[in-house]
């Protein structure tokens, strides 16, 4: 008997159109867990580096995590996978709801398409009747409605939707996936389904998942949902408002916006507004907030309510979570009304909140600059508002500079050139990121950042903090209670931490404190997204329930999966390793790993090269971040090892691992 997962993957060729249920190998659960693990595992098997984005041969995976449908507080997390139009590189975008459990309880633990259908259509999966309907109706329609039309045509009003709006249609590189209230909005996934034919996949299960030991499982996740109550109950001090608590930021119930909008930038990434924040701003951010803000609301089997409903004043409700909140906002130097205003265009057109405004802020610096005319920009408004909009509808129907645009700040500044691409500045491996911009260097955020695949905010954050506490007394006090920590060393990483000084940024965390650091955050993230649980109960937030210590128990009584700390942390070093194995094999290299380029006003080049010499040493990768053939051999991945060999990508000449720069050659 399988335990947690089904045992079944659904494959559908769109091409012929045939549809396939597949008993899947348990030894690969072991191997890789499932999630993003298992779909690791896939793409490499079976999408060769050859394989385009929008070739029919690229593959499109929808994945359950290994313990979405079981009772765990928060595992609802679909996680997609593809090769990335925007990146080249391997996408894996996650979305929380009610879509995974569905799937799970329909009786699969993926839906993997491939082929290229000719006409539009959607994918029905009910149980075991699996259809491919016509969708030449749903043409143009936005991804909420989509959701309700299938709903009502299907006579489902519990079906679970995956749809893509117009972008996706469009093959917009930051085309998103939207799903009642979330989305999975990374890496143009969206635009992959579009040109796969796709419109939405449509769920609805009612079977059960067996646990291994029931009893025990349910204990467990009693155990989380008190000390939920007992965090919930205590916000932790010293750090800004949305970092108190757990889940996702709870931008949807927080109101004082003065941290994000005097600290992150402005337009394209390039204006700080030091005194923004006035008391006249707040009344009237607030006044906005409440009178279109209608309902919070949860994912599947979740207390925390960090989305929430928007119905602003004519214009259909919509979902929101999270920093969509202020992305339109803040990169049109507008008002937050205007920011939940187009976001719900932007929401049914599915587009990636994060990357989207950065794209139209940067074409109007690019005029601002004479780069773009107005040639370029024929009947525009001439307000900001109404620049927004008029840009948000030229790249979603790809129409004139939009078909430019549409394909990110990256590839349109390459095609535009005339000195385009020094505005492209906030990517990183070719991808738009939030308007975050510092001062000091801060090593551990350099090493997230530079080395991250995940190509997203929450790559870069984990549950050790962000910036140190000033007093000793109040970082004593955060570690009395600790628990979550892999080691003891952690807590003393943090405690001689210092804001000014010797033990400050850039060199302290020294550079191997900071590897172990991100180590761990990254390790948690990883795990995570291959059991499906929301980053927001685990690997984002500060003390959460979900960690390193009880995550194994929760895989043995749960999937029945003898696990340990150590074999746990094998496995995610495991398919952590086989994603990274995957972008190798497609190009990437050391001179990808790097943070945008003026994310930190104070930069180190030396310490910089030292902080990734030693990093790649310490996961065993050589000088140019390849995984080399030993480390490949302990993760039993001799299989990737064969395949380095065979294209050349490691000879014994490069197996070396990199050369060590040790912390001392860059102390002060
Ligand atoms: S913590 Fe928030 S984002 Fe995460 S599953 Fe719960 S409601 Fe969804």
């Not at 259509?121 to 329609?141: F, P, Q």
């Not at 909420?144 to 093959?171: C, D, Y």
């Not at 906030?426 to 939030?434: A, P």
């Not at 955050?521 to 390193?548: T, V």
Request: hydrophobic share 35%; proline share 6%; glycine share 8%.
């Amino acid at each position: 008997m399988r335990y947690a997962e089904t045992g079944f993957n659904l494959e559908i060729d769109l091409t012929r159109g045939n549809i396939e249920r597949v008993e899947t190998d348990p030894r690969d659960t072991e191997l890789y867990l499932g999630g993003l693990g298992t779909n690791a595992k896939i793409l490499w098997d079976r999408v060769p580096p050859e394989v385009e984005p929008f070739s029919p041969e690229n593959l499109l995976i929808f994945s359950a995590g290994l313990l979405c449908g079981t009772p765990a507080t928060g595992c609802n997390r679909t996680i997609v996978s593809t090769i990335s139009p925007q990146t080249e590189l391997m996408a894996f975008s996650m979305m929380g709801g009610f879509w995974a459990p569905e799937l799970k309880y329909a009786g699969y633990d993926k839906v993997i398409l491939r082929g290229k259908s000719p006409d539009l259509v959607y994918l029905w999966i009910n149980n075991d009747k699996v259809e491919i309907r016509d969708a030449s109706h749903l043409h143009g329609k936005g991804a909420t409605e989509t959701a309700k039309l299938i709903r009502q045509e299907l006579k489902e009003p519990k079906a679970q939707v995956a749809a893509i709006g117009l972008a996706g249609e469009n093959r917009v590189y930051f085309a998103s996936i939207e799903q009642g209230r979330s989305s999975a909005s990374r890496q143009g996934i969206g635009a992959v389904m579009g040109d796969k034919g796709v419109k939405a996949v449509v769920v609805r299960g009612t079977r059960d998942i067996n646990i291994a030991r029931p009893a025990e499982f349910l204990g467990l996740c009693n155990e989380v949902l008190e000390y939920i109550k007992v965090r919930n109950q205590n916000p932790i001090p010293g750090v800004m408002t949305i970092l108190q608590g757990l889940g996702s930021p709870q931008e949807m119930a927080t109101h004082d916006e003065k941290w994000h909008t005097e600290n992150f930038m402005w337009g394209n990434s390039r204006v700080r507004r030091r005194d923004f924040w006035t008391d006249e701003v707040k009344r009237a951010w607030t006044q906005a907030m409440e009178s279109m803000r209608t309902r919070l609301i949860s994912c599947y089997n979740c207390p925390m309510k960090c989305a929430a409903t928007i119905s602003p004043p004519g214009q259909p409700t919509y979902m929101m979570k999270c920093f969509s909140k202020l992305t339109y906002t803040m990169a049109a130097m507008s008002d937050l009304e205007f920011g939940l205003k187009i976001a719900q265009h932007a929401t049914e057109y599915g587009v990636d909140g994060f990357s989207t405004p950065q794209v139209m802020a940067f074409a109007l610096e690019l005029y601002e600059n004479g780069i773009l005319t107005d040639k370029d920009f024929p009947e525009m408004p001439s307000d900001s508002e109404g620049r927004f909009y008029w840009l948000l509808d030229r790249i979603v129907r790809r129409e004139g500079i939009g078909d430019v645009l549409a394909n990110g700040t990256y590839w349109a500044a390459k095609e535009i050139g005339n000195g385009a691409e020094a505005y492209a500045h906030n990517n990183i491996k070719k991808h738009e990121q939030l308007p975050l911009k510092l001062s000091m260097l801060n090593p551990v955020y350099f090493l997230m950042y530079a080395t991250g695949e995940k190509i997203n905010i929450t790559q870069i954050e984990g549950q050790f903090p962000q910036a140190p506490y000033p007093k000793r007394e109040d970082r004593e006090a955060f570690v009395k209670d600790w628990f979550q920590v892999p080691d003891e060393k952690f807590k003393q990483y943090f405690l001689d931490w210092e804001p000014r000084g010797e033990n400050s940024n850039p060199y302290y965390p020294t550079v191997q404190m900071s590897c172990d650091i991100v180590d761990w955050q990254e390790k948690m993230h990883y795990i995570d997204d291959a059991l499906g649980m929301c980053a927001g109960l685990s690997s984002f937030p500060l003390k959460p329930p979900y960690h390193i210590h009880n995550y194994p128990q929760f895989i043995s009584s749960g999937a029945g999966i003898d696990m340990d700390e150590d074999k746990l942390s094998q496995a995610a070093k495991r398919y952590r390793t086989l994603v990274r194995a995957i972008n190798i094999r497609r190009g990437m290299r050391r001179k990808d790993d790097k943070p945008p380029e003026n994310h930190w006003k104070k930069r180190f080049p030396e310490l910089e090269e030292a902080l990734l010499d030693t990093y790649y040493k310490f996961k065993g990768w050589n000088s140019e971040g390849i995984p080399t053939k030993a480390s490949l051999h302990d993760l039993d991945l001799d299989y990737v090892s064969e395949d380095f060999i065979q294209r050349g990508i490691l000879t014994d000449g490069d197996d070396a691992p990199s050369q060590e720069i040790s912390a001392e050659k860059v102390q002060k």
